[in-house]
């Protein structure tokens, strides 16, 4: 996600990309006096520019993202095959279809007044309409004039790219909103306000035989409002607490639900037999509050997901070879064993199978964790999961795509149930007690007044049960959790749900992935200290490396960024060997050691890549692991107080510079296996650890899932990530101290706004106690605990996160 | 007094209706996305610009960066 929301500097202004806002670099492409760091930005500025579209640059201030790889060539051709075209579009007849896209670069208002306008780009759109939380857009159009397939492609060309995945694809897999929370909110507000006008006479101590009538007349009316307050939008409370009694589990719905129900009766009693005004309006408010402080707390990330499953790692279709070699595309679902696929250059390998044609090298880093492609020979097997880089290969399928190795890696993990029942949150902890005690104090109380004066009994017991119903200390929770969670958001650190600020103050050992968490996913670092070689070599070589898409090439060519490209003739690259080619005149040639110099001397284990310039020896370019930013004192911060483990997929090569950081050899492990990660983790909640697992891909799965809070770190985090609990955008890693801190105080808080709730409770017991709880008194104790504990939480909230160095706006 | 009586089954109505509207506003979708109807409002409607036009200074709007709710 790029961030356009400050205004640039004016210094940086003048060189910013029209486009993006990206730094254009010592040559930028103009075009209409306005700079661009990019062709692809360039285009994308040209296509709007003539689609009349220039707005899209009224709205924000460089809107756009920088546009990474515009061509598009076959990549959606699976989009003109009749079954999956069917699959995702809502709604297909008489030449007009609906579809529903998922498109995560949609950030700012340009984003939805350009794709709000499609039609400027094309006649065929009929109508689009953005919903910006889930970052979707529902376009209708003519497929007559205007094919599923171009459209993406548009979509494509001006950089929103769709994702299509099949857990998107396919009408059954929407997600659906749960608009009750609304309805009882509204129900419970409009009630509030009626019963709160109704019960105003009974306060005013006129005794006329008017004021009397209207007296019985508004009592039946609040009983009227009552009933939808207590069995309606009250309903929740009184399910949940009747749930969690049937497994023996007193959470802190039961004493609300006795509340609620002690309330409306005894409120209906005293109306009915004309002994009271009743404590309907009291009802009302603590519904209403109660409803709010639910609303709160449910708060969702629409947009992200983090019950991903196999299905939306893999493509929608994939391209079959007949066996008359022709090319045909069809669904993944209809994948059989026995058949001839294709994969292209960095496109997925969807099943375990056999390469029959052309070399593979397959990055798994996402899979298993190794961070360097592996090479694979005609006759060996490819498991699903990995991303060919390089030319097509074509292979033979083994299983099908539901019983794969990454499909049967992903599946053992699901026996670990729901996480919610791991363990117990404090608040249930309290409410055990507060429970007990309230039912005890009351038992007392009742059986006290009942030998001293009969009478008072039941409306003592009953005044306690109404005044110990624990609104205050109900909302002290969800207020506390769901601003912790909104500061976590502003930070770019997403929770699944409030209750893991709770599971993150109580972590005491962090266990680390290596690539892709604490390394860098974006490829290796480049160290060129070892070349001997002039300025304008260095040009060639970044002209030469620009043609690879090997990691290592990746590298260097980003670190010799600046340099314009020249043409190359002759390039070749032989697989996990190295490249070459003539660039001016001069041959170069780029590799491993036994490539280039035609011996292995020196090699170090391929994280040296040598360089020869017409056949002369000019030394090496040393590749390493890319750390995140700020990583050393990430660690070495978190070492002070927690415990830190490191599980690596990948080999011990990067041993001597991890020791520097962690504490013990002994917490080092490397090429551990999926399974191997879920076991150690398992054994250290043996030993009574709260783990807290960071890793971002498919072989951490497991890991994630067992530990007691999963955090998955992703570049972006609209993309593939695998289940966890937390979704933490890469840059920010270095605050990763800092939001454990926040969740300690955030729990801090709780506990101090807890002691405060149960003050207010105190003095409402010593009014009921003595049988003097009026209700004018319960109507007035009631919201004014409940909105006092809240501003107190909220501001707490805010006032620690500016402290612990957390944005907060 | 009973005058008070019918005002009151008049506002109990009316309030209702209300609430009706509430309904069906959150039926319609509306609580859905909150923020895209927002920025809708400030859209210009549609005019013929020049396309190479230098836009005049940037019409600033609020800036989401969060997947909000």
Redesign the interface.
């Not at chain 2, 609580?31 to 895209?36: F, G, I, L, N, Q």
């Not at chain 2, 396309?51 to 005049?56: E, L």
């Given at each position: 996600m790029q961030n356009n929301s400050s205004a640039p500097e004016t210094a940086a202004i003048s060189n910013a990309c029209y486009h993006c806002g990206e730094d254009c670099g010592k040559v930028p492409i103009t075009l209409d006096e306005k700079r661009f760091c990019c062709n692809g930005c360039k285009t994308v500025f040209e296509i709007l520019s003539q689609s009349n579209a220039c707005d899209y640059y009224r709205y924000e201030v460089h809107p756009g993202l920088k546009a990474v790889n515009p061509e598009v060539g076959s990549r959606y051709a699976y989009l003109d095959n009749e079954e999956i075209r069917r699959e995702l579009l809502e709604f297909s007849e008489d030449g007009v279809s609906k579809v529903k896209l998922f498109i995560p670069a949609i950030h700012c208002s340009s984003c939805i007044w350009l794709l709000e306008n499609l039609r400027r780009l094309h006649d065929g759109v009929m109508q689009s309409s953005v919903n910006f939380v889930k970052k979707e857009v529902i376009i209708t159009f003519h497929d007559t004039t205007l094919s599923l397939r171009q459209l993406v492609e548009l979509l494509v060309s001006i950089n929103y790219i769709p994702q299509l995945t099949l857990e998107t694809a396919g009408k059954g897999a929407k997600r659906k909103i749960n608009r009750g929370i609304y309805y009882r909110l509204g129900v419970a507000g409009f009630c509030f306000g009626n019963i709160m006008l109704f019960s105003f006479p009974a306060y005013l101590s006129v005794n006329d035989a008017v004021e009397n009538l209207l007296r019985q007349n508004f009592g039946i009316l609040n009983i009227l409002f009552g009933i939808p307050v207590a069995f309606y939008s009250g309903s929740v409370f009184i399910i949940s607490a009747w749930k969690g009694l049937k497994k023996r589990f007193i959470s802190i719905d039961v004493p609300i639900a006795i509340g609620i129900l002690v309330l409306f009766f005894r409120s209906a009693y005293e109306i009915i037999s004309g002994t009271g005004p009743g404590f309907m309006d009291s009802l009302a408010g603590l519904v209403f509050f109660l409803s709010i402080g639910r609303w709160y707390q449910d708060k969702t990330y629409q947009a992200l997901s983090f019950e991903r499953d196999y299905r939306s790692y893999f493509p929608v279709a994939v391209t079959v070879i007949s066996d008359l070699g022709a090319e045909s595309i069809i669904p993944i679902k209809k994948l059989k064993t026995g058949m001839r696929i294709m994969v292209r250059n960095q496109e997925l390998v969807p099943a375990d199978a056999l390469l029959v044609k052309g070399i593979g090298s397959i990055d798994y880093s996402f899979v298993s964790g190794e961070s360097s492609p592996v090479p694979k020979k005609e006759g060996e097997r490819i498991f699903a999961g990995g991303r060919q880089a390089g030319a097509s290969i074509e292979l033979i399928v083994e299983r099908e795509v539901a019983q794969s190795h990454l499909t049967e890696l992903w599946n053992q993990d699901m026996t670990g149930g729901e996480k919610q029942t791991r363990w117990d949150s404090i608040l249930d902890v309290i409410s055990r007690y507060f429970t007990v005690m309230i039912l005890v104090l009351s038992t007392v109380s009742g059986i006290f007044w009942w030998f001293y004066q009969p009478s008072m009994a039941f409306l003592v017991v009953t005044a306690i049960l109404i005044v110990a119903c624990p609104c205050a200390l109900a909302m002290t929770y969800p207020f506390s959790m769901g601003g912790a969670m909104r500061v976590f958001g502003r930070n770019s650190f997403y929770l699944k749900r409030t209750g893991v600020v709770e599971a993150l103050s109580k972590i005491d050992t962090i266990v680390f992935d290596k690539t892709g968490t604490i390394t860098r996913n974006d490829g290796l670092g480049a160290d060129f200290s070892a070349l001997i070689i002039s300025q304008d070599h260095l040009q060639h070589i970044s002209s030469l490396v620009r043609h690879s898409t090997h990691p290592a090439s990746v590298a260097i060519y980003r670190q010799l960024q600046g340099f314009e490209a020249l043409p190359v003739t002759g390039f070749a690259e032989v697989p996990s060997r190295g490249i070459e080619g003539h660039v001016r005149g001069h041959f170069l040639k780029i590799g491993s050691a036994e490539f280039v110099t035609g011996s292995a001397a020196g090699s170090a284990g391929g994280s040296r890549v040598f360089v020869s310039v017409d056949g002369e020896a000019a030394g090496f370019i040393a590749i390493s692991n890319h750390y995140r930013e700020g990583m050393k004192e990430v660690l070495s911060e978190l070492a002070q107080r927690y415990e830190l483990h490191l599980l690596s997929g990948d080999n011990d090569a990067e041993l001597p510079n991890l020791l520097a950081f962690f504490p013990s050899r002994n917490h080092l492990h490397f090429n551990q296996s999926p399974k191997d990660k879920l076991e150690y983790i398992r054994a250290l909640k043996a030993t009574g650890k709260k783990v807290l697992m960071i890793g971002d891909g498919l072989n951490d799965a497991g890991a994630l899932r067992e530990s007691d809070c999963g955090i998955s770190i992703a570049d972006d985090i609209y993309h593939f990530s695998p289940a966890c609990d937390a979704i933490l955008e890469s840059g920010q890693f270095r605050h990763l101290p800092d939001f454990l801190g926040f969740s300690r105080t955030s729990m801090r808080i709780v506990f101090i706004s807890m002691g405060l709730s149960f003050l207010y409770n105190v003095v409402g017991l010593s009014f009921a106690i003595t049988g003097n709880l009026s209700p004018v008194v319960s109507a007035i104790l009631m919201p004014l605990s409940s909105v006092t504990i809240v501003a107190f939480v909220t501001l707490s909230i805010f006032i620690s996160a500016r402290f612990s160095k957390l944005e907060v706006k | 007094?009973s005058v008070?009586?019918v005002l009151?089954a008049f506002s109990?109505v009316l309030?209702?209706g209300?609430?009706a509207a509430?309904?069906w506003s959150?039926?319609n979708?509306q609580?859905?996305?909150?923020?895209?109807s927002s920025?809708?409002i400030?859209?210009?409607d549609d005019k013929?610009?020049e396309?190479?036009?230098?836009?005049?200074a940037?019409?600033?709007?609020?800036?989401?960066?969060?997947?909000?709710?």
């Open positions: - | 007094m008070i009586l009151v109990v309030a209702g209300f609430l509430f309904f959150v039926r979708g609580y859905d996305d909150t923020y895209s920025v809708r400030l859209f210009d013929p610009a396309p190479a036009a230098a836009p005049s940037p019409v600033k709007l609020m800036n989401e960066q969060s997947p909000n709710q």
